[in-house]
């Protein structure tokens, strides 16, 4: 599936300077400045990752918002292990579990998080997350800056030959995103 945001943006009645603007209309009718375009990702839309057993639909890769947040709806199927624990020095990642449950364990601490369970993992906090349930479990994240959502591309790229990983190249790859094993 391939990503379809759609861009919108309210008709200001009041601009009558823009009509040549690509769809675009701007902040006032005197300036001619352009306003940032909406996304909108509908249910079925938004860029497909398949993790092995994990799928994730990219609803924001960044480039809606100057790269500033990420953000990626993840349905981990029953009894998926997640990545080892590591931690990003340079973006933060928050998790919001919709259905089922998932396992975060930071550092040593283990935290059951069911639906309504916001866990925000600042940079340089030490993580992981899997389903260790029957059930699968979806969960919404964020990425701050968007850093990470490459990431998940390279490795389904990595991925798509059927070959598991080897260890050394999990880091390597982590490692271009400022991320490392804890």
Known sequence: MTHESRNTETENTGNSGNSG???KTGNSGNTGSARPAVSV??????ETIVLGTTRMRVLEDGSNTGHRL??????LAPHTP????HR???HD???YV??????????????D?????FVMVPAGAPHTFANVTGQPAVMLSTFTPDLYVQYFRDLRDALEGGEPMAPEAGIQAMSRFATEPA
């Open 82 to 85: 997640g990545p080892a624990q």
């Open 93 to 95: 990642e928050g998790f």
């Open 113 to 117: 998080a069911t639906p309504g369970t």
């Open 41 to 46: 990702v509908r249910p079925g839309e938004g």
């Open 98 to 111: 919709i259905t089922g449950s998932v396992r975060f364990t930071v550092g040593r601490d283990e935290h």
């Open 70 to 75: 990420g953000m990626a709806e993840s349905v």
């Open 88 to 90: 990003h020095a340079q």
């Open 21 to 23: 603007n690509s769809g």
